[in-house]
């Protein structure tokens, strides 16, 4: 990070989550979230007047990948993170991911809206999905709302998340119904950017009426071995 914001002019940071070390078998909820606390410190003070956009991973859940998505057990991740992150979100995205695990904001310098997906909505390893892999939490329901109210805006749109929806590790219930709606927001939503996979790629969309391309999504590495 150091090298980054002395050599780099950084627009805007989209921060996708799996802060915490992988050694899922020693870990335990009290401390499930220090390696975030020491990471939103260390962005503030090498990027203190950059636009972030955090979300959170499958690993900030405890245990691992059980987030739940029908009732309150998991708040106290949402409860903790939006009162850290608060610094860098308006206060309808802060009460948004505190209450529902998705926000989004938009950046008024470049006119884009940032939607940010807790994508622990289509982890095929979260427990709670059992009862409801099409749409827990009304999020697609959400995003189909903002998708058209950008529409009918002109305003570019760029969503991110963990789990990208190609991914095996994401229930194709979920994913066939994220994929529709990138085919019909194809000419609003201008970038997605997720993380999970640990590798450096990217994933091309196909139309579901023609198989032509639609979208492609940014898949960033993991910074670590």
């Not at 009162?83 to 529902?100: G, H, I, P, Q, R």
């Not at 194809?186 to 979208?215: C, K, L, M, W």
Request: net charge negative; hydrophobic share 35%; proline share 4%.
């Amino acid at each position: 990070m150091k090298f980054v914001s002395k050599k780099f002019d950084v627009d805007m940071i989209l921060w996708t989550g799996d802060n915490i070390q992988h050694n899922i078998w020693e870990q335990k909820q009290e401390t499930q979230l220090d390696n975030t606390i020491d990471l939103t410190e260390d962005i503030l003070s090498y990027f203190p007047d950059t636009y972030v956009y955090p979300m959170f991973g499958n690993h900030e859940a405890y245990p691992c990948d059980q987030f739940d998505t029908q009732g309150n057990a998991s708040s106290w991740i949402t409860s903790r993170l939006a009162e850290m992150w608060k610094v860098w979100l308006d206060e309808e995205a802060v009460s948004t991911f505190k209450n529902k695990s998705y926000y989004a904001t938009v950046n008024h310098e470049h006119n884009v809206k940032i939607i940010a997906l807790d994508t622990q909505a289509c982890d095929t390893q979260d427990y709670y999905l059992v009862r409801d892999p099409t749409d827990p939490m009304h999020e697609l329901e959400w995003l189909r709302n903002e998708l058209y109210d950008s529409e009918k805006k002109g305003q570019g749109v760029f969503i991110m998340g963990h789990i990208p929806s190609g991914d095996f590790t994401c229930y194709s219930e979920w994913s066939s119904r994220y994929r529709a709606l990138m085919d019909r927001f194809s000419n609003t939503v201008r970038g997605q950017f997720f993380g999970h996979t640990h590798n450096d790629e990217f994933q091309v969309a196909r139309s579901y009426a023609d198989n032509s391309p639609i979208a492609v999504t940014w898949i960033a590495p993991s910074m670590t071995t």
